[in-house]
């Protein structure tokens, strides 16, 4: 049996899903597309994102807080 976190971190994300959980404008990331800031996959036209690439950005940008 497969890790249930294994499967949702390869879930593929349509653009407004990503600009939802970013809270970010659709031109956003397609600027962070533009400058290779996030990866993604485009197949018929849809361009689509993986979760696990979503979560990388994030750790990747994280700052803790002093307090």
Same mark, same amino acid.
């Given at each position: 049996? &497969?890790d249930?976190?294994?499967?949702?971190?390869?879930?593929?994300?349509?653009? /407004?899903?990503?600009?939802?959980? =970013?809270?970010?404008?659709?031109?956003?990331?397609?600027?962070?597309?533009?400058?290779?800031?996030?990866? !993604?996959?485009?197949?018929? /036209?849809?361009? =689509? !994102?993986?979760?696990?690439?979503?979560?990388?950005? =994030?750790?990747?940008? !994280?700052?803790? &807080?002093?307090t």
């Amino acid at each position: 049996m &497969r890790d249930i976190r294994c499967e949702a971190q390869s879930l593929r994300l349509m653009t /407004g899903d990503v600009c939802r959980i =970013l809270n970010i404008r659709k031109r956003t990331l397609q600027h962070y597309r533009d400058k290779d800031i996030i990866p !993604y996959t485009q197949i018929a /036209g849809k361009i =689509l !994102y993986r979760l696990s690439d979503i979560n990388r950005l =994030l750790q990747k940008n !994280y700052v803790k &807080r002093n307090t």
